[in-house]
């Protein structure tokens, strides 16, 4: 069996991304957004193991990155869902297209 | 004398008028302060005198330096020659006036006579300074206060006006900043020093930018073609007082700062451009009698006929002889004091006749004497009678546009002296229909001027005579001071 | 020596008159203001009259030449080195008697005033404006500087607008006071220019200096003067014609004369002094003043003479045609002065021009002196007993007259003293005055000559037509108690008015006053002056033949005259080509789009800047929609344009 190559895994970090990227811009759920940011993160993630891995596989860098994203994203997603908590109770609902007061 | 003075004074004016409890206290402050600030500017004057005649020749007297902003050579510098002292008299005059016609304002007094005072900071701040940083600062807040005097106070379009007049001088005032810090950059010793400035070379090509840029910018504020138009529409809104400081005050500011400013530390740069300034001048001049002559609005009559003796006082700085400019001076001086006068006696008109077109008036001195003789004096002072400011001032300029030879100069000249005529036309027709003429019906009854606006209507008229008669005075005051701007501009012209 | 302070008192006085009457007259002196006024004046008059005296008959003449003097100047406002407006007095011939002119006429009109104006509510303000125009006409006189006499000037001609509009709630009085006011406005913008290019050569503003520099030969100024060349005419003709143009305005000459008949329009004593023995004759004066600058340029000359004479010659037609009698001694006011303006212009000139007999250079000079001179004196008594007449009849037409030598005796032997002596009648003072301009004319030219003999003789006929009219023809029934004459105050005017006009013409006048100074030999010649006295007595009797009893001879010569009747009758409708070129010409044709353009272009442009502002504003907000996807778009395509700008099309280096 072949062993899994760096070009791999960032193809399948670039497919998670423009996955993450195209949730982000489509869907009008926001809780479906955060799950696609969250993608794009993870893609992000995915990205500094493998380059830790087959470049430096000396150094600890890339795993550290990571666990930091991975802290980040989970403060992000309290901030996140407790915004979206905050709308849902002003407008009923958590569509983005309906959050537009902000306009000029 | 200590020029902070007169910067000190209105300060303590607002405050106290922001301590006092009712409207007629207010009103017996602003008196109070403004006379204050008359009898500085009289001292000032025979200071100046004594300080002269006892042979100092300094360029600058009551000179003062302060650090202010050492990291970029900014300094509280402050100081007068002959021109900002005739100019801060003329200042006193017009806000003891226009605080005395105020008198039956009964919305936000404390307000309105907090921002009239805050002007005349401004202005006072303005004429002192010598440091340009300075000088923009006051002229800044020379701004703000109009806007809200016409916004709040005024009359008609009031909102519209406002705004187009706040517009229009900001962006004077922008373009004059681009201009200062040009000036800043460009020169060799970067400063904002007037004194150190005029002693200093600035390279031909910084001139030739920044010159139109203040001349442009200052321009904006004493109405020169083509950016005249918040002229018109300011005047006519605003409140009374807020129409004298404005063409009394605000619109020197603008001549003040493109002679003392703009032609004394960029002598190149006007040379270059003093030909453009003559033809938009004459322009203004001429368009702006011929306009006068179709208004109907009293107010409009005097914002149009502003727009037209403006126009000399930039066609004698443009002419780049010591007698035009001094005549530019003067006729500052003098078209600050008439203009002041005859929006107060179409302030005074109004009030009784609640109308300002003067086809709904007539036959008005049978029943106000005082105001239409008031009317009568300052028409003659606007349409050059001897013996009132107005004909000293524009025969100091025609005579020294004359000394330039040139023939385009002497076309200029011509085009200048013609508006004479235009002028009689549209200042009689103005006076024959409210003064002259059979009394029209419902007038019967209209009181005559009050204490206060026969007082305001002297202290102007005092100010028109004093130098309609005796000349010789502001002449020898203003002229040393022209004198120097003269030989920085290496006297090309006799 | 002059006793400085005595004459500066002469124009002083009626200024404190003024300014005590304008101001606290209403308050105060309600009643007795015109016995101040006229107090005043007679002190005037009597330090004037001493003034005389003294400068022709004791420190005037030094070796023969009567000198000009200056016994006070100071500096009034220095324009730049060499040119300044300085007060002052000059005393010399024509100064000095203009000084006794005006301040006697002022005397007698403020005197009949009294009676005239009485119980007028604002009867201190009228004396207020006649001290003010005393005042000004004094200072005028008496400068001694080109630019004080411009201020003079403008004084005069604002306390002349205050009285021809001192009837206010008139609107006729209104248009009068406004029309006479812009018109010598126009004018003085012409004296205005005239004052600039003049100083500009001669570098001086002082009458004296100015006159020497510009005269001598040779001298660099004058040479200057001729060389500077503009449109194909010397500085120095434009200079003086333009001072003319102003002359011409104040003193009515063709085409600025419009505003004369209508200034009729103010009280009658009012149009006695001011528009016609003082204020008109300005203009003459002022040439007079400058006449040695002036015969230095054969084109000012020209322009003088022709101004002259056309004007003396159309008013005088017009005059025979009208039937408002202040309108017709308005038109003979203006034809007089065009006489002594041509008078001017005839008298000779020092240049090379070999062509005409010079030898009585400055004979017109006199003659012109002398007729200002006396017609001052016979028109005033002609204005003062118009003013009796319409006084009595409470008309200013002649239709409403006739007959009126029954009630008004006195009025009508002065009156007929004044016409006879305007005619040109001897003994009476026009006849000297007129002869030495005719005789001037003679020397000058011999179509001028005729031309004014013409005018000579229509001025008989115009005056006998109103002097018939007005106290023959038919009689007018006057209804009830009349209130008569007008009592003292108004009679002793006329009488002294009426001794001066016979008694004028017998003064040496060319002993006093002529262009250079000396004393003029003057020629009477007995044979001259049989021409003009026919023609003068041709008139008359052509007036009388008509006019002395009611027919209707007038009638039929006026059919038979048809169009030129009408259109002298009509002024030859040069009011109405004003009118049209000011309302149809420059209010349409500059004013209303001065206005139009400022209104919408330039307004335009500014409202233009700020809604361009706002629209592109408007444009543009879409960007900022609210929506967090779309910002987020943008920030991709942000984000990748600059990936492609950096990796594939920036190559640095």
Request: charged share 10%.
């Amino acid at each position: 069996m072949m062993e899994p190559g760096l070009y791999h895994l960032l193809f399948v970090s670039t497919a998670l991304f423009f996955i993450g990227v195209y949730g982000f811009f489509t869907r009008r759920n926001l809780v479906t957004m955060l799950m696609s940011i969250e993608l794009i993160l993870n893609s992000v993630n995915i990205n500094f193991i493998a380059f830790n891995k087959y470049l430096w596989p000396h150094k600890m860098d890339g795993l550290f990155f990571s666990i930091f994203v991975i802290a980040i994203a989970a403060a992000e997603a309290a901030v996140a869902i407790a915004i979206i908590i905050n709308l849902y109770r002003s407008h009923q609902s958590i569509d983005v297209e309906r959050a537009e007061e902000m306009k000029f | 004398m200590n020029l902070l003075l007169l910067i000190l004074l209105p300060l303590l004016t607002i405050v106290t008028i922001l301590l006092m409890r009712n409207a007629a206290q207010v009103k017996w402050a602003a008196l109070l302060g403004s006379t204050g600030q008359f009898i500085l500017a009289l001292v000032l004057l025979f200071g100046f005198r004594q300080e002269r005649s006892a042979g100092n020749e300094a360029q600058i007297l009551f000179e003062l330096q302060y650090n202010w902003f050492p990291a970029w050579h900014i300094s509280f510098h402050i100081g007068v020659n002959g021109i900002s002292v005739a100019m801060i008299l003329l200042t006193a005059f017009v806000v003891i006036a226009g605080v005395l016609v105020s008198w039956n304002i009964t919305k936000m007094t404390k307000e309105f006579y907090c921002l009239l005072i805050m002007l005349s900071l401004g202005a006072y701040g303005f004429f002192i300074s010598l440091d340009l940083f300075i000088l923009f600062f006051f002229l800044e807040i020379a701004v703000i206060p109009k806007y809200l005097l016409i916004g709040i106070w005024g009359s008609g379009k009031k909102e519209y006006a406002a705004n187009k007049l706040a517009l229009m001088l900001m962006g004077g005032s922008a373009l004059v900043l681009v201009g200062l810090l040009g000036v800043y950059f460009g020169s060799s010793e970067k400063t904002f020093d007037l004194v150190t400035l005029s002693q200093t070379h600035i390279p031909i090509e910084i001139q030739k930018i920044c010159f139109p840029l203040l001349f442009v910018g200052f321009g904006v504020f004493t109405a020169l073609f083509p950016f005249h138009t918040w002229v018109p529409d300011g005047h006519s809104s605003a409140p009374t007082a807020g129409s004298m400081f404005l063409a009394g005050i605000s619109m020197k500011l603008g001549g003040y700062g493109c002679l003392r400013v703009a032609t004394y530390i960029m002598p190149d740069g006007a040379k270059e451009y003093a030909s453009i300034i003559i033809v938009l001048s004459s322009i203004a001049i001429l368009y702006g009698a011929f306009a006068t002559m179709m208004q109907k609005d009293l107010k409009y009559i005097n914002a149009y006929s502003s727009v037209s003796h403006c126009g000399f006082v930039l066609l004698g700085i443009g002419m780049l002889t010591k007698t035009a400019m001094t005549g530019a001076v003067m006729q500052m001086v003098s078209h600050g004091l008439m203009t002041a006068l005859f929006f107060a006696v179409i302030g005074m008109i109004y009030e009784r006749t609640h109308t300002r077109q003067v086809n709904e008036m007539g036959g008005l001195l049978k029943v106000m004497p005082f105001i239409t003789t008031v009317l009568f004096i300052v028409g003659l002072c606007s349409l050059g009678l001897p013996g009132l400011s107005g004909f000293v001032a524009e025969m100091t300029i025609f005579m020294g546009s004359w000394q330039n030879p040139g023939t385009f100069h002497r076309i200029a000249t011509i085009a200048a002296c013609m508006s004479i005529v235009v002028t009689a036309v549209y200042i009689l027709r103005a006076i024959g229909q409210t003064a002259m003429g059979p009394l029209k019906e419902g007038y019967e009854n209209l009181t005559d001027a009050t204490w206060n606006e026969k007082l305001a209507a002297i202290v102007l008229i005092a100010g028109i005579i004093a130098i309609g008669l005796a000349p010789f005075w502001l002449n020898d005051l203003v002229s040393p001071a022209t004198e120097i701007i003269m030989q920085k501009l290496g006297a090309v012209h006799p | 020596m002059p006793n400085t302070i005595l004459i500066a008192l002469i124009p002083l006085l009626p200024l404190a008159a003024f300014l005590l009457l304008g101001l606290y007259g209403k308050k105060y002196f309600k009643n007795f203001s015109g016995i101040i006024g006229t107090t005043v004046l007679l002190l005037s008059a009597a330090f004037a009259l001493y003034t005389a005296y003294g400068y022709f008959f004791e420190y005037g003449k030094i070796d023969g030449i009567y000198q000009k003097l200056v016994p006070l100047q100071f500096t009034w406002l220095q324009f730049s080195p060499g040119l300044s407006i300085d007060m002052g007095i000059i005393l010399d011939p024509i100064s000095v008697m203009m000084l006794v002119v005006v301040t006697f006429i002022s005397l007698m009109v403020h005197f009949y005033s009294l009676a005239y104006m009485k119980g007028d509510e604002r009867f201190p303000v009228y004396y207020a404006f006649l001290g003010l125009f005393t005042f000004s006409m004094l200072g005028l006189v008496m400068a001694s500087n080109i630019f004080q006499l411009y201020i003079f000037w403008e004084l005069v001609g604002v306390s002349s607008f205050l009285l021809i509009g001192y009837h206010y709630d008139r609107p006729s009085a209104v248009a009068a006071c406004k029309k006479a006011f812009i018109v010598t406005r126009f004018a003085d913008l012409g004296f205005l220019i005239g004052i600039l290019v003049l100083s500009f050569h001669a570098n001086t503003l002082d009458f004296n200096t100015l006159i020497q520099r510009l005269t001598v030969d040779g001298s660099h100024e004058l040479h200057t003067a001729y060389t500077s060349m503009f449109l194909g005419a010397s500085a120095l003709t434009w200079g003086t014609v333009l001072v003319f143009i102003g002359g011409a305005g104040k003193s009515a000459l063709f085409p600025l004369h419009i505003w004369l008949p209508d200034a009729m329009e103010g009280p009658t004593p009012v149009s006695a002094l001011i528009h016609a023995a003082t204020m008109v004759v300005a203009g003459v004066y002022l040439v007079a003043r400058m006449f040695p600058v002036f015969s230095m340029s054969n084109g000012a000359m020209h322009v003088v003479t022709f101004a002259g004479i056309f004007s003396a010659l159309f008013a005088a037609v017009i005059a025979c045609t009208q039937t408002d009698i202040k309108r017709v001694l308005a038109y003979s006011t203006m034809s007089q002065i065009g006489l002594m303006m041509f008078a001017l212009g005839v008298s000779g000139s020092n240049l090379e021009s070999g062509s005409l007999n010079y030898s009585h250079l400055g004979a017109g000079y006199t003659a012109s002196m002398f007729h200002l001179f006396t017609h001052a004196i016979f028109k005033a008594l002609l204005f003062l007993g118009a003013g009796s007449v319409i006084h009595f009849i409470h008309s200013n037409e002649m239709k409403d007259m006739g007959g009126l030598r029954k009630y008004l005796p006195i009025t009508h032997i002065t009156f007929l003293i004044a016409c006879l002596a305007i005619s040109g009648v001897p003994p009476f003072a026009g006849f000297f005055s007129k002869e030495e301009i005719m005789l001037a004319a003679w020397q000058h030219n011999t179509v001028l000559y005729y031309i004014t003999l013409f005018t000579s003789g229509l001025t008989a006929f115009y005056m006998f037509r109103l002097y018939f009219n007005i106290f023959w023809s038919k009689g007018v029934i006057v209804h009830g108690e009349h209130h008569g004459e007008g009592g003292f105050a108004m009679m002793l005017p006329l009488v002294l008015l009426a001794i001066g006009a016979v008694a004028a013409g017998f003064i040496p006048f060319g002993n006093f006053i002529s262009a250079d100074g000396k004393p003029l030999e003057s020629e009477f010649h007995w044979q001259f002056s049989i021409a003009p006295v026919a023609v003068g007595l041709a008139g008359i009797f052509t007036a009388m033949w008509l006019y002395k009893n009611k027919s209707n001879k007038p009638a039929a010569i006026v059919t038979s005259l048809g169009g030129f009747y009408k259109a002298a009758y009509n002024k030859f409708y040069i009011d109405e080509l004003y009118l049209f070129i000011t309302k149809k010409i420059i209010f349409n044709l500059i004013g209303r789009p001065a206005a139009w353009f400022d209104k919408n272009i330039v307004n335009g442009l500014v409202n233009m800047t700020g809604n361009t502002t706002l629209i592109i504003s408007e444009k543009i907000k879409g960007f900022q929609s609210g929506k967090v996807q779309q910002y987020a778009i943008y920030f991709l395509a942000g984000l990748i344009g600059l990936a492609v700008l950096f990796i594939y099309l920036w190559k640095p280096g």
